[in-house]
């Protein structure tokens, strides 16, 4: 039976992370279990930066974003010599399996260390929520918190001045934030990788909106998806509407976990620990309603994500 559980954080640090890190903490000395905690990533496992840690090493951390075990990218842990360096300080420690919160490409790490015989489990850890082995993942309903206080803040002085509002939401490829922020908020537009938006046409319609005298227009635009200045400039120049960009970036991503996304985090890191004590690993953990589900990481990291039409039909019929 598995003793020695290590624990890290990879990729984007997301909020919830160190809750997570408490609930597995917590479950590991409850099941007798002796547990490490991974500093940086996947290059903790290469600089043997590991540390075994105590049953309370949490406990001041469930109000804390980012992850107190920091985060790296380690572009080179995709060679098999990295990864067999990995497993030889992991055993050098006797840790037997380990859990790995993060995204999809660290959920990649996790398998490679599964198959080369350290049992891993997978935590879905990003405010993106492009992870379709969950639904939703630790860090999205923080960020989306965030988000959208800092959009009706922006809507505040917008409004004041009858001005039209651009505002670029973080979240890599995934339209989730831009998608749920443009429902919270009440947004005109939103534009994501599934909106197929058709610029000149929005700027026709804003042309039309402006003889109607809005009280404000609000866009929201998903980043890495079009040059957001050049939008906000030609919307200026072309429709009357005294325009005005924010780029949310970074600070979508700190911040105090909410209330449900302690509680979520929590249950999966606990489960994550009851899954590697059942003898379980090679899989990742995710929400399905209320449940916890695990599943495969080979086939998780094959599923489609879901595209939410029915949310976009909701944002359709409240424009
Ligand atoms: P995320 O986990 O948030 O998706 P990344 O895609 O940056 O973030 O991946 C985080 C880390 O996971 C990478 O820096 C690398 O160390 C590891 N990783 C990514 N892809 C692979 C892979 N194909 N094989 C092994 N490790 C990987
Ligand atoms: O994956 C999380 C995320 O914050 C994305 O939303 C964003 O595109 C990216 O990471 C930013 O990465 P970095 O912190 O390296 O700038």
């Known amino acids: 039976m598995v003793k020695k559980i290590g624990i890290l954080t990879s990729g984007g640090d997301a909020p919830g992370m160190n809750d997570a890190l408490f609930g597995a903490i917590r479950a590991g000395y409850k099941l007798n279990k002796e547990m490490y905690v991974v500093k940086e990533g996947y290059r903790g496992l290469i600089e043997d930066k590991i540390e075994k840690v105590d049953k309370n090493y949490a406990d001041n951390l469930l109000t804390r974003g980012g992850t107190i075990i920091k985060s790296a990218r380690l572009p080179e842990f995709k060679e098999d010599k990295v990864q067999y360096e990995a497993i030889e300080t992991l055993k050098k420690h006797g840790i037997e399996a380990l859990i790995v919160i993060g995204g999809d490409g660290s959920y990649m790490g996790a398998k490679r260390l599964t198959e080369k015989g350290?049992?891993?489990?997978?935590?879905?850890?990003?405010?993106?929520?492009?992870?379709?082995?969950?639904?939703?993942?630790?860090?999205?309903?923080?960020?989306?918190?965030?988000?959208?206080q800092a959009v009706d803040d922006i809507v505040d002085t917008?409004?004041?001045?009858?001005?039209?509002?651009?505002?670029?939401?973080?979240?890599?490829?995934?339209?989730?934030?831009?998608?749920?922020?443009?429902?919270?908020?009440?947004?005109?537009?939103?534009?994501?990788?599934?909106?197929?938006?058709?610029?000149?046409?929005l700027i026709e319609e804003l042309k039309i909106l402006k003889t109607k005298d809005p009280d404000h227009v609000l866009i929201l635009v998903a980043e890495k998806l079009l040059d957001t200045n050049a939008l906000?400039?030609?919307?200026?120049?072309?429709?009357?509407?005294?325009?005005?960009?924010?780029?949310?970036?970074?600070?979508?991503?700190?911040?105090?976990?909410?209330?449900?996304?302690?509680v979520n985090a929590i249950r999966m890191g606990t489960y994550a620990v009851e899954l590697l004590?059942?003898?379980?690993?090679?899989?990742?953990?995710?929400?399905?309603?209320?449940?916890?589900?695990?599943?495969?990481?080979?086939?998780?990291?094959?599923?489609?994500?879901?595209?939410?039409?029915?949310?976009?039909?909701?944002?359709?019929?409240?424009?």
Not at 232 to 252: A, C, N, P, W
Not at 253 to 260: I, V
Not at 289 to 308: M, S, V
């Open 118 to 148: 350290i049992n891993c489990i997978g935590l879905p850890g990003t405010i993106d929520n492009d992870i379709a082995s969950s639904e939703f993942t630790i860090g999205f309903d923080t960020a989306l918190n965030t988000v959208v």
């Open 277 to 319: 004590d059942e003898g379980i690993g090679g899989v990742c953990i995710g929400t399905d309603g209320n449940e916890l589900i695990h599943t495969d990481i080979y086939d998780a990291l094959k599923l489609e994500r879901n595209t939410h039409q029915d949310l976009y039909d909701v944002f359709n019929l409240i424009k």
């Open 232 to 262: 906000t400039k030609r919307i200026s120049d072309e429709t009357g509407f005294d325009t005005r960009l924010t780029v949310l970036g970074h600070i979508q991503r700190g911040g105090k976990p909410t209330a449900m996304e302690r």
């Open 158 to 201: 917008s409004s004041s001045h009858k001005r039209c509002a651009v505002v670029e939401i973080m979240g890599n490829h995934c339209p989730d934030l831009t998608l749920y922020a443009g429902i919270a908020t009440g947004a005109d537009y939103i534009i994501t990788s599934d909106t197929n938006t058709n610029i000149d046409k």
